[in-house]
């Protein structure tokens, strides 16, 4: 049985918006967009056999002939590009104009699409009840689609729900089994689809003109840079022997140094093998960089729109082709000092490994393994009192609990919340029926709630509470961060890939635009730059 993607493409697109809105950039253009790469991105790992996009069919309206011409130019324009990149599209429902109030009272013709929820929702079904399927990921917001993800769920069809760090919807993270939040700064990272004749010119065809020796020449000077950077370009020993000339004072002395040498047993020549890494940004020498240097990248992250510290971050990747973990604790993240007086410093801190929520907790060393990224938040954790984690922490396979527990919507990014699946904990599958289907309907990373109503009923999750005390102390013992903990710890992928690591500053680090960020070792020596 396969695996289906669904996405509504019109709550895509919104999502998609609001995000680079957030960011002050200016919208994507979708028919350029690599919705392919970000897909593949984010649901890395995972087999698709289909990807399906769903639209409203956009016709003509009596009322505004101009601009639904143009609505469906670039409907046209988009299913031509999605259909190149390997999805179906499927066009249902209807766009209808309407006539709102705008600003100042003015009427403003809208478009809304009716009917594309309920064909996603009917596809989803019936292919559930011909058993078609095996999984379904759902690229939608809308909580309209919660009925059919129930349906589908009675069936035994696992429910992905594909929402956004920014906002996702609570109600389909807790219906569906699991959930996957892109990241605003991979949906900046896909913003045009790269084509295959991109770097193609079109030749003038009139031979012995001077225009046409004109093209001639600027090709040839095209292929040589491209055989010079080819051959190790900037990044070869000989752009960096010398001689080299400091700046005249005051900012420098006005001294030769570096002589030309061939001399293979230069000091340079022996540092780390840098004559294989790239040269670094600002034209530093290379006995400045790390032997980490082109193991961490940085990803600007939030930095150039958020102004509040708490929420301010950017991102630290280990590089996947890495031989071994990199331990970041101790570097230092420096910004612009052209932009910021004092120039701004923060020290990568120790962090929680694993945390319970009593506050019993070890500090360890930040290591990335290859593949893994710390998000750097410049401020400080959480200030509530009833937060357990107050430093740094590394994520594991059960912290989506504390997500629901303590209603973190205030945390930036996101936590993930891909607890383990209710129906594979230890022990269901000789639980009595009645508890047995409960917990079969259980959504990941949810504590069940037993309380008393008013008038005395026990009631779970807000229903009549039918329970036996057995299954009641079953859930408790399970269905919550510490029991996930406590029966999970050793599992093989109960640490996650990603730490949150807090600076502790009282303000925000990053400039709008033209920053730079760059990451020192704890020699003082250069890792990583990035600007914006």
């Not at 084509?195 to 225009?211: C, F, Q, Y």
């Not at 120790?350 to 907790?361: C, Q, R």
Request: aromatic content about 10%; glycine content about 8%; hydrophobic content about 35%.
């Amino acid at each position: 049985m396969d695996t289906v993607l669904f996405i509504d493409g019109e709550n895509l697109k919104g999502k998609i918006r609001t995000a680079y809105q957030e960011a002050g950039k200016s919208k994507p253009i979708w028919h350029e967009y690599n919705f392919n790469g970000l897909f593949g991105k984010v649901l890395e790992g995972i087999t698709i056999n289909r990807k399906v996009f769903y639209f409203a069919r956009i016709k003509e309206y009596k009322n505004s002939l101009e601009k639904s011409r143009q609505l469906i130019e670039e409907q046209r324009l988009l299913k031509t590009h999605l259909e190149a990149q390997g999805f179906e599209v499927i066009l249902s429902g209807r766009v209808r104009g309407q006539m709102e109030g705008g600003r100042n009272g003015k009427q403003i013709l809208i478009f809304k699409e009716k009917g594309v929820d309920v064909k996603i929702a009917v596809d989803m079904v019936s292919l559930a009840c011909d058993k078609k399927v095996k999984e379904i990921i759902l690229g939608s917001s809308d909580s309209d689609l919660q009925p059919a993800i129930k349906e589908v769920r009675d069936r035994k069809v696992s429910c992905v729900y594909l929402g956004f760090e920014t906002q996702p919807n609570k109600g389909l993270s807790y219906t569906t089994n699991k959930t996957i939040l892109i990241r605003n700064s991979e949906l900046f990272e896909f913003e045009k689809t790269k084509k295959k004749h991109d770097t193609i010119m079109e030749w003038p065809l009139n031979r012995g003109s001077a225009t046409s020796d004109l093209w001639w020449f600027v090709a040839i000077m095209i292929a040589l840079w491209i055989l010079w950077y080819a051959t190790g370009g900037p990044s070869r020993p000989e752009a960096w022997r010398g001689p080299f000339i400091e700046p005249p004072a005051p900012i420098g002395t006005g001294e030769i140094y570096g002589a030309n040498s061939t001399d293979s047993s230069s000091p340079n020549s022996q540092l780390n093998g840098w004559e294989e890494t790239p040269a670094l940004p600002s034209g530093r020498p290379p006995a400045n960089r790390s032997p980490w240097y082109g193991q961490v990248s940085i990803n600007d992250g939030n930095g150039a729109y958020e102004i509040q510290p708490g929420k301010e971050y950017i991102e630290l990747t280990a590089l996947y082709s890495n031989l071994t973990p990199v331990n970041i604790t101790g570097w230092q993240l420096v910004n612009n000092p052209a932009r910021h007086n004092p120039v701004g410093v923060g020290v990568i801190p120790f962090a929680v490994s694993l945390f319970t929520s009593n506050g019993a907790s070890t500090l360890t060393p930040v290591i990335l393994r290859p593949g893994d990224r710390a998000v750097v938040i410049t401020g400080r954790p959480l200030s509530r009192s009833d937060w357990p984690i107050q430093q740094s922490f590394r994520f594991n396979k059960c912290v989506g609990y504390l997500d629901e527990e303590f209603e973190t919507s205030d945390i930036t990014p996101s936590l993930r919340s891909d607890c383990p699946q209710p129906e594979d904990e230890p022990g269901v599958a000789t639980l009595p029926d009645k508890c047995y289907d409960f917990v079969r309907y259980l959504s990941s990373c949810h504590e069940p709630e037993f309380k008393e109503d008013r008038e005395g009923v026990d009631r779970v999750d807000g229903r009549i509470d039918d329970l036996t005390r057995q299954c009641r102390l079953y859930i408790q013992d399970h269905f919550n961060y510490n029991s996930c903990v406590k029966w999970h710890e050793q599992d093989t992928d109960f640490y996650g890939d990603e730490w949150r690591v807090y600076l502790g500053r009282t303000w925000e680090m990053w400039a709008e635009n033209r920053e730079q960020i760059t990451l020192y070792d704890q020699s003082g020596k250069i890792v990583a730059e990035e600007s914006y």
